[in-house]
T-cell receptor, first 113, second 113 residues
Framework: QQQVKQSPQSLIVQKGGISIINCAYE??????FPWYQQFPGKGPALLIA?????SEKKEGRFTISFNKSAKQFSLHIMDSQPGDSATYFC????????????FGTGTRLQVTL | DAEITQSPRHKITETGRQVTLACHQT?????MFWYRQDLGHGLRLIHY???????NKGEVSDGYSVSRSNTEDLPLTLESAASSQTSVYFC????????????FGPGTRLTVL
């Protein structure tokens, strides 16, 4: 049972373009939605996270948009750079479960010159 | 600096052998997690622990076991390695409480022949 569905599986964006990765969840008890970034040969690292009391969170070129009624959230990378090339995972949890995260299947982003 | 380490980084073993992967964190975090990463499946939770002597099964726990005898370590044991357990394994830790961020180790690439 996949509780967090992520798309697309892979994405190619030109330098300077906007990268958009989408996730949908099923469990309405989820109340914390992080995005993790993983470079080849490394472990994932927290990029940005949002709680459902806001519809958008922005940190630099990275923005999470959250739609509670649709049970969807997305990551937007503005002005995408080659250094953003990585695999991105969305995740979700109910904070009452002591941070046990459910991850999406990942999106491999390649930013070309 | 506090960190989370995994050893070995690479391991090749034969079907039927017992294998133990080490995970050590110096953040004094209560929560520790083991994931496996496979293409098309993202990160799947194997086992997790909320403190010393506490262990819990994740979504893909069959064939794996963990023990938590101190705060710093959560070793993962494959009782009788199978080819289906060829994967990249990540350990993670989190402080718990109001902090949901998980910090990941660098991973162990395990090949079962």
């Amino acid at each position: 049972q996949q509780q967090v569905k992520q798309s697309p599986q892979s994405l190619i964006v030109q330098k300077g373009g906007i990268s958009i990765i989408n996730c949908a969840y099923e469990n309405t008890a989820f109340d914390y939605f992080p995005w993790y970034q993983q470079f080849p040969g490394k472990g994932p690292a927290l990029l940005i996270a949002i709680r459902p009391d806001v519809s958008e969170k922005k940190e630099g070129r990275f923005t999470i948009s959250f739609n509670k009624s649709a049970k969807q959230f997305s990551l937007h990378i503005m002005d995408s750079q080659p250094g953003d090339s990585a695999t991105y995972f969305c995740a979700a949890t109910n904070t009452g479960t002591a941070s046990k995260l459910t991850f999406g299947t990942g999106t491999r982003l390649q930013v070309t010159l | 600096d506090a960190e989370i380490t995994q050893s070995p980084r690479h391991k090749i073993t034969e079907t039927g052998r017992q294998v133990t992967l080490a995970c050590h964190q110096t953040w004094n975090h209560n929560n520790m997690f083991w994931y496996r990463q496979d293409l098309g499946h993202g990160l799947r939770l194997i086992h997790y622990s909320y403190g010393v002597q506490d262990t819990n099964k994740g979504e893909v726990s069959d064939g794996y076991s963990v023990s938590r005898s101190n705060t710093e370590d959560l070793p993962l044991t494959l009782e009788s390695a199978a080819s289906s357990q060829t994967s990249v394994y990540f350990c993670a830790s989190s402080a718990g409480g109001s902090s949901n961020e998980q910090f990941f180790g660098p991973g162990t690439r395990l090949t079962v022949l």
